[in-house]
């Protein structure tokens, strides 16, 4: 973590993108990483994956959280990590996706650029745990 990054608190978009409209468990995570000391945004509900990539950018986050319920992660997924290297944004920013995904995709997606898969039944002190040692310093 540099020096800057231990200056100011680390800036998080939590997202809801696509149809899914089941948010408890965004809330619940970003109210977990408001609780750590994290600067948190939240996308409200059924969000385009352009406007979480324009989001991201325009609050320069340093990490972007995507909830994803729908099953609809390998469409959707793509599209935000594809804005966000158009904007030369990707290599700053770690992205997490939480929900229920297959254990088959996990992999496809950490292929992609997603730093980590949080499923169901996650402890909130692991996901801000490897947040801390995997935020991309500035």
């Given at each position: ?45 059924h969000k385009a994956p352009d406007e ?54 996990k992999a496809e997606l950490k292929e992609m650029g997603v730093a ?23």
């Amino acid at each position: 973590m540099s020096v800057d990054q231990t200056q100011r608190s680390i800036r998080c978009l939590v997202a809801k993108v696509g149809l899914d409209g089941h948010d408890r468990g965004a809330h619940v995570i970003a109210r977990a990483f408001r609780d750590a000391g994290f600067e948190v945004i939240y996308s409200g509900l059924h969000k385009a994956p352009d406007e979480i990539v324009q989001a991201a950018v325009q609050e320069d986050v340093d990490v972007l959280g995507i909830s994803i319920l729908s099953g609809a992660h390998n469409t959707l997924v793509p599209k935000v990590i594809e804005g966000l290297e158009e904007y030369d944004a990707f290599e700053d920013t770690l992205i997490l996706v939480g929900g229920v995904i297959p254990d088959e995709d996990k992999a496809e997606l950490k292929e992609m650029g997603v730093a980590e898969v949080f499923g169901p039944g996650t402890k909130m002190a692991d996901t801000i745990q490897f947040v801390r040692e995997n935020v991309p310093e500035r």
